[in-house]
């Protein structure tokens, strides 16, 4: 009697359980009751040392590029000029920042590092010790800067050519053979870092680091450009403690800093007119912005763009 009972009650379990498997997912049994629990959770509050931190270290690659953008059209048609690279560059930092740092996740998850452990002291020691290890590098690297003015190797070249785009704003370089008395037998304007075609000499070197020294050059002259080298260096490093803290934790974005900081080539790099700083700007905040971008939560980016359409019909 008792097996049959027990047999009875096992394939009752049994018809239920497929049952419950053929309902869809919102009628489940339990799961309702599960929606309910996390409604009924008060929401967390939000981190604000890992927003500022997201915001502080995706600033750099913003500034950068809303320098850049307007500054080759500008160059291209010979009018990279103080007063139009201000007017169209400050208002296009501030546009991009407002859109694409107004929503930015608090905290980052982490895969194949254990338990995460959200604790409010690693947002605030990650932004903290980022700022204050990467100003303190700064100040070393102004102090040790090398800037190199004659154009022997690369660092002359670029600067030099920051410098004509200061004086003229436009591009290319034409010769000034009345400089020399004239042509003469051996006389070639081509040297390190340029080339002479024509009457005209060709920097052969990327423009984007020649645009970011004229600024430097404009600030205040040759002192100015010298300094933009380390500036680009603590941006870089800068980006690089928020990728470290997105990936592993924002307590190691100060390692991080520190770390990348110490690096010969980093040290190189950081002392002269180099590219490497500024395009380490560029790739370390756009894999920022990527992370951000995938870690947002889905409701958080619906509700951003449910308050960019009133703001697009006022507009």
Known sequence: MLNTVGAGTSQARTVVLKASQRLPARLRP?????????????PAPPDTAGMALARLTSLPVIVVMAWLLPGLP??????????????????????????????????WPRVGLGRQQDKPWTAWFGLL????????????????????????????????TGYWL????????????????????????????????????????PSGLPMMLAGGFWAHSITGAQAIAAVLGCLALLTFGGLVARLAGPQWAPGGVLVLGLALPEQYTSRASFP????????????????????????????????????QAAA
């Open 30 to 42: 339990g799961r309702e009751q599960d929606r309910r629990d996390r409604a009924d959770r008060p």
């Open 74 to 107: 500008l160059l291209l048609a010979g009018r990279f000029l103080p007063v139009p690279m201000l007017l169209i560059s400050v208002p296009l930092t501030v546009a991009l920042a407002a859109s694409g740092l107004r929503v930015v996740p608090g905290r």
């Open 129 to 160: 010790g980022s700022v204050a290890v990467a100003a303190g590098l700064t100040a070393w690297q102004l102090h040790m800067q090398t800037q190199s003015l004659i154009v022997v190797r690369s660092p002359g070249g670029y600067l030099q």
């Open 166 to 205: 200061a004086e003229h704003g436009s591009l290319p370089i034409p010769q000034q053979l009345r400089a020399f008395g004239g042509a003469h037998p051996g006389l070639n304007f081509s040297s390190a870092g340029f080339v002479a075609h024509g009457t005209s000499v060709f920097p052969a070197m």
């Open 276 to 311: 490497e700083t500024a395009m380490q700007v560029l790739l370390l905040g756009g894999l920022c912005l990527l992370v951000d971008a995938l870690a947002l939560p889905p409701a958080a980016a619906r509700s951003a763009g449910a308050q960019a359409v009133p703001e």
